[in-house]
């Protein structure tokens, strides 16, 4: 498994902090610290302007609590939010910094793209460091420094890091600075121990969906080794206790899945400085406070959810009453939907359509917002790219990765930009069906379908993004069904090899309820432990089922 994965050596596969690549490696990252350095020496006031999610949250939270420690006497964040101000460092949230009087700002998961709002800062005669991971655009802006694995010249060996990650190596650069200037000693400050901040780079790498790298997984690893101790802050602490997650049995997935929503829902709904404030909070009955509101919040998300993909549903279904197939590149729009909301509905639909999905927003008279995801073999902030260049002027504003980008245009522009995306996509995927297709890890023997296989699995990696947890397939007679939560298949499987029955269990089970009792099915699936009432026994993680019968 670890070999299709691209390990094959014990080396690719150590994950100690020690044999992370040095931060000088990193472009910009020696020069980053020298600002701050310099900063925390004449006491400066420092702002850091985040984005509104989860990778952003928890670089804020990084970023603020990392300077404290440092001795930083003047640090604080500011976070656009997403209905009044859009994406980045824009002039306006520049004119909204100006009251607290920055003398140094610096950009977290964000900045890259914000040309205008750097030069509007460094109008003001700030300092303008940016902390960013997102691809550049043609135009670079003028800022004091720039830290980005992305940015033009950078060498650095991982180009996949999280925002979080990024600022986690200005932190360790800042460290060895202060440490040649003999500052701890001359502030009588005991040096941090800057592992202390690797629950919040775990949290943001998992929840911002970038490649698990090697670098990214040691990084998140090490994150998990200290949740898994109890070495955790009070407002994670209090995400993973609503969410019903046990510390010492943490796994990747339960960042990504339980704790990361309720983190996003506050951007998504309301304002990320609900989730940073829940980040940074010292005590642990204040951070039960804060957790509880993002708990609604996500539970508020989940609701509007529901009901856009239920639009969603109608108009896919109305599109292919009038048409065979489906666009190769598919835009969806509805007046009512939450723009907080169009990157998760993207997601869905992609997933069932299997195809490039961009999800829009109206938010104002003028303007609609968009959110892409991608699937393999078609980047799609290069594909934006090359329709903004072919029709100049109708994309206002876009950034964002390989799988998932966001965009702005005009809404008497969506006709011309539908179709010119659909175009566009055409010309990179060809003619090729666009279906799922399944990859797994091959058949599991008799005896390796056990509970002992599930056990080294779970905590053999930080499973994710690019680095996918392993699955199966198997051929099972399907014994019984029922349906649990109203859209769940829960099932029992008898191995025929050995007569044995495992319980599985597929969430969403829209497409395999109607198979019969008695069927022999072939199954992919992944190895889990069920907990239930101090019991544990294995169970299967059902991704597919096919009838052979």
């Given at each position: 498994?670890?070999?299709?994965?691209?390990?094959?050596?014990?080396?690719?596969?150590?994950?100690?902090?020690?044999?992370?690549?040095?931060?000088?490696?990193?472009?910009?990252?020696?020069?980053?610290?020298?600002?701050?350095?310099?900063?925390?020496?004449?006491?400066?006031?420092?702002?850091?302007?985040?984005?509104?999610?989860?990778?952003?949250?928890?670089?804020?939270?990084?970023?603020?609590?990392?300077?404290?420690?440092?001795?930083?006497?003047?640090?604080?964040?500011?976070?656009?939010?997403?209905?009044?101000?859009?994406?980045?460092?824009?002039?306006?949230?520049?004119?909204?910094?100006?009251?607290?009087?920055?003398?140094?700002?610096?950009?977290?998961?964000?900045?890259?793209?914000?040309?205008?709002?750097?030069?509007?800062?460094?109008?003001?005669?700030?300092?303008?460091?940016?902390?960013?991971?997102?691809?550049?655009?043609?135009?670079?802006?003028?800022?004091?420094?720039?830290?980005?694995?992305?940015?033009?010249?950078?060498?650095?060996?991982?180009?996949?890091?999280?925002?979080?990650?990024?600022?986690?190596?200005?932190?360790m650069a800042l460290r060895v600075e202060l440490r040649r200037r003999k500052w701890f000693?001359?502030?009588?400050?005991?040096?941090?121990?800057?592992?202390?901040?690797?629950?919040?780079?775990?949290?943001?790498?998992?929840?911002?969906?970038?490649?698990?790298?090697?670098?990214?997984?040691?990084?998140?690893?090490?994150?998990?080794?200290?949740?898994?101790?109890?070495?955790?802050?009070?407002?994670?602490?209090?995400?993973?206790?609503?969410?019903?997650?046990?510390?010492?049995?943490?796994?990747?997935?339960?960042?990504?899945?339980?704790?990361?929503?309720?983190?996003?829902?506050?951007?998504?709904?309301?304002?990320?400085?609900?989730?940073?404030?829940?980040?940074?909070?010292?005590?642990?009955?204040?951070?039960?406070?804060?957790?509880?509101?993002?708990?609604?919040?996500?539970?508020?998300?989940?609701?509007?959810?529901?009901?856009?993909?239920?639009?969603?549903?109608?108009?896919?279904?109305?599109?292919?009453?009038?048409?065979?197939?489906?666009?190769?590149?598919?835009?969806?729009?509805?007046?009512?939907?939450?723009?907080?909301?169009?990157?998760?509905?993207?997601?869905?639909?992609?997933?069932?359509?299997?195809?490039?999905?961009?999800?829009?927003?109206?938010?104002?008279?003028?303007?609609?917002?968009?959110?892409?995801?991608?699937?393999?073999?078609?980047?799609?902030?290069?594909?934006?790219?090359?329709?903004?260049?072919?029709?100049?002027?109708?994309?206002?504003?876009?950034?964002?990765?390989?799988?998932?980008?966001?965009?702005?245009?005009?809404?008497?522009?969506?006709?011309?930009?539908?179709?010119?995306?659909?175009?566009?996509?055409?010309?990179?995927?060809?003619?090729?069906?666009?279906?799922?297709?399944?990859?797994?890890?091959?058949?599991?023997?008799?005896?390796?379908?056990?509970?002992?296989?599930?056990?080294?699995?779970?905590?053999?990696?930080?499973?994710?993004?690019?680095?996918?947890?392993?699955?199966?397939?198997?051929?099972?007679?399907?014994?019984?069904?029922?349906?649990?939560?109203?859209?769940?298949?829960?099932?029992?499987?008898?191995?025929?090899?050995?007569?044995?029955?495992?319980?599985?269990?597929?969430?969403?089970?829209?497409?395999?309820?109607?198979?019969?009792?008695?069927?022999?099915?072939?199954?992919?699936?992944?190895?889990?432990?069920?907990?239930?009432?101090?019991?544990?026994?294995?169970?299967?993680?059902?991704?597919?089922?096919?009838?052979?019968?």
């Amino acid at each position: 498994m670890l070999a299709a994965r691209g390990v094959v050596s014990a080396d690719q596969w150590d994950v100690s902090l020690a044999t992370l690549p040095s931060p000088q490696l990193l472009k910009g990252c020696s020069q980053a610290a020298d600002v701050l350095a310099d900063a925390l020496a004449s006491q400066s006031n420092i702002l850091f302007v985040g984005d509104f999610d989860a990778d952003g949250a928890t670089s804020t939270a990084l970023g603020v609590q990392a300077l404290r420690a440092f001795g930083a006497d003047s640090v604080d964040y500011l976070v656009p939010n997403r209905f009044e101000f859009g994406y980045g460092l824009t002039p306006a949230i520049v004119a909204v910094a100006e009251d607290r009087a920055p003398e140094l700002l610096i950009t977290v998961d964000n900045g890259i793209s914000s040309v205008e709002g750097v030069q509007a800062a460094k109008a003001l005669g700030w300092q303008v460091i940016i902390t960013d991971h997102h691809l550049p655009g043609d135009e670079i802006p003028n800022a004091d420094v720039i830290v980005n694995p992305n940015q033009p010249g950078c060498e650095f060996p991982s180009k996949a890091m999280a925002g979080v990650g990024v600022l986690f190596y200005v932190m360790m650069a800042l460290r060895v600075e202060l440490r040649r200037r003999k500052w701890f000693q001359q502030q009588q400050l005991a040096e941090p121990n800057l592992a202390c901040f690797l629950d919040l780079v775990a949290l943001g790498t998992v929840a911002d969906v970038v490649p698990l790298d090697r670098i990214n997984r040691i990084l998140v690893e090490q994150g998990l080794r200290r949740l898994r101790a109890g070495k955790c802050r009070p407002g994670i602490a209090a995400l993973l206790e609503l969410a019903g997650r046990q510390p010492s049995r943490l796994v990747s997935a339960d960042l990504g899945f339980a704790v990361g929503p309720r983190l996003n829902a506050a951007g998504r709904l309301d304002d990320m400085s609900l989730g940073i404030e829940c980040l940074l909070a010292s005590q642990a009955d204040a951070a039960r406070v804060l957790a509880s509101r993002l708990d609604e919040l996500n539970q508020e998300r989940k609701a509007i959810e529901q009901e856009m993909q239920g639009d969603a549903h109608l108009f896919l279904q109305q599109l292919q009453d009038q048409t065979t197939d489906l666009p190769c590149g598919l835009c969806l729009y509805d007046a009512s939907w939450h723009q907080g909301v169009i990157g998760i509905l993207a997601s869905r639909v992609k997933e069932r359509v299997h195809r490039p999905v961009i999800a829009f927003a109206q938010v104002s008279d003028e303007e609609m917002k968009g959110s892409a995801r991608s699937v393999a073999g078609l980047h799609v902030r290069d594909c934006l790219d090359a329709v903004a260049k072919k029709y100049p002027g109708l994309l206002t504003k876009f950034g964002g990765h390989a799988m998932a980008a966001g965009l702005s245009i005009h809404i008497e522009q969506f006709a011309l930009f539908r179709d010119a995306f659909n175009q566009q996509v055409q010309q990179i995927l060809g003619d090729a069906p666009m279906r799922p297709e399944i990859c797994t890890d091959g058949k599991l023997a008799a005896l390796e379908l056990s509970m002992q296989s599930a056990e080294d699995i779970r905590y053999a990696a930080p499973w994710g993004q690019g680095f996918p947890e392993p699955c199966f397939d198997g051929v099972f007679r399907l014994v019984n069904k029922r349906i649990v939560g109203g859209r769940h298949l829960k099932v029992t499987l008898c191995d025929q090899r050995t007569n044995r029955y495992h319980d599985g269990i597929q969430f969403n089970a829209e497409t395999s309820q109607d198979i019969q009792s008695g069927t022999e099915i072939m199954v992919v699936y992944r190895l889990d432990i069920n907990e239930y009432r101090g019991q544990r026994q294995l169970q299967l993680l059902i991704d597919y089922i096919e009838p052979l019968t």
